[in-house]
């Protein structure tokens, strides 16, 4: 097991402490997290690799309050969440986090200007306050004339950006993105990741999930799962600590 | 403009519905059809009542009805010559009722006779009724022209008569024929005045009772009727004269309270029953015909209403099925909105909005299809019916109930889908 001591305690955005995920499969028990201790610091741009299997789906799950630990500790911005109820892990998704998916998962019925204020709709925002909103973040991943639109008349990198401003929305502290270029082809694929190096380079925590090395080459810290635990982890050892 | 949050749900879910509008019509039918039964039986149990009411008031609503009958072996007897039967209330029977109860208000008696009668040229048989001056306050009928009788009338005995609407088309009297003289049987009456007619008879249930101005004619004094026609009829019949000594026909008796009128009308009864060897007498109580027609009513809701109650159900678990069909189809959705922040019960909102949003408005179409149907069945039927605003909103909250209660089960389902699962679906 890799320990790394925390220098600097008020850096740290995510922190897992012997973190176990068990799933129970028929009579045999399955542990997707066998015992991880790790943190992330603000600001940093991690990418979790692993083949499939290697429990990095799960790692991101737990990571993004989707799940919860079977046993171990998850501080979230120094905050204990592991015993969290549902409602406040709902709670510290809308407030703190942001997903973008391999498939986008975008709402089909509703428009671009739609999709992009949904986090602003459970946050209560009101009509008008979400659509000043949506048309700044639809400018900013370049959506602009696109608000009417619903998703099916978009591109396959069209629909990422939507889903990237989507995810921006309630200003999120940390995004997650679980193979973001799988489904698309290597150059938009490469226009997307770069917006995330964008958005990295102006404050925002990433953690990607991928099995590609390429695209992991774009974050600058990487975190090798296999078995449930953490097999390596690369990068510059001073935001990697 | 700023919408309210709570349009703004509903808006909402009112643009999902529209995705699959024949879905959505037809996931409505059951709702439209169960909202319109409600709605056209409560207007048919409203309409009898109201038909029930307004008989009462034509009989007067605490009134009781005291009348000859003929019984069964008189009507024998008197097929054969010479007979003549005696039978039927007195003028006993009249002061005894009127000074034995407390709570008898006011009474008036009638004498019903035919009489051949002319108004100048015409001619025609008239049924005359003698009655005193509280006859008009029992059986309030409105004037149309000249008075109705007064004390004086009675206390100068004069021979004064006042035609029904009814009298006055036989025998061809307008409101000019006031002050004139009309011959009954074979004597002078001064036409006083014209009142209005109430025909038919009321009935509920088995209770039938005969409004008691029924094809009344002419209205005479009492003690004028007495004096020149005396108590003896003759009827001609084919077989030959009839002859008859009948007293008074009918006494309709006033209570003061409503809910003394059943008490007074058993003590009637007895006293009757005292002083009459043969039942030649009938006591009718108008209120007996209101609650066996509120009775008549509740049967027909309980019947009527658990129909709809039935369609009502069919119609939820129609909604119930289609939003779980659709909640497995939205399950995805459902995902990404938790996994964005949505709590589970502002899932189950979305949802039991939806439900609602489709049963209200199957209610309201329910409320035209339920508006439609007691208009037809008065179009085909001639029977009352009556729209009241209970009529309208007890469906209307009926079928929110229906939306709120069958769409709990599906959206409850759908707040218990995992958002990592829920995102994996296909």
Redo the contacts between chains.
Sequence with gaps: MIERACSQEGKEIVKLEDAQKIYQMGTQEVKALAGVTVSFKRGSFWAIMGPSGSGKSTMM?IL?C??RLSSGRYYLEGQDVSTLD??SL??????H?G?I?QSF???P?LTVQRNIE??LY???W???QSAQRAKEIAEEVGLGDRLGHRPTELSGGQMQRVAIG?ALA?DPQILFADEPTGNLDTTTGEQILELLVKLNKQGKTIIIVTHESTIADHARNKLHMLDGRIDRIEGNSNEAN | M??T?FA?NIWLGI??LL?HKLRSFLTMLGVVFGVGSVVAMLSVGEGASKEALEQIRKLGSNNIIVSSVKSAEEEALSTTHSHMSIYGLLYEDHRRIAESFSHVKQTAPAKIMRKDSRLGEKEMELRVVGTIPQWFELVPREVVAGRVLLPLDVAQKTPVAILTEYGARKILATESTIGQTIRIGGDQFEVIGIVKSESGQAQAGNIQIQIPDQEVDVYIPMEVARRYFGDIFTKRTSSGDEREKVELHQIIVEVDEGDKVEAVAAGIKRMMEQFHKKKDYAVSVPLALRKQAEATKRRFNIVLGSIAGISLLVGGIGIMNIMLASVTERT??I??????????R?IVYQFLIETTVLSTTGGIIGLGVGALIPFLITYFSGMITVMTWKGILLPLSISVTIGILFGLYPAMHAAKVE??VA?RHE
């Design positions: 799950n993004g989707l799940d549902d409602d709902s709670e510290l998704r809308l407030r986090l997903f998916f998962n975008l709402i019925q949904l986090p459970y946050l209560g009101d009509s008008v989507r309630n | 700023r919408q949050r703004r643009e999902n995705l995805r959705e995902g990404i909105r938790r996994a964005i922040g949505a709590k589970r502002q958002p990592i995102l």
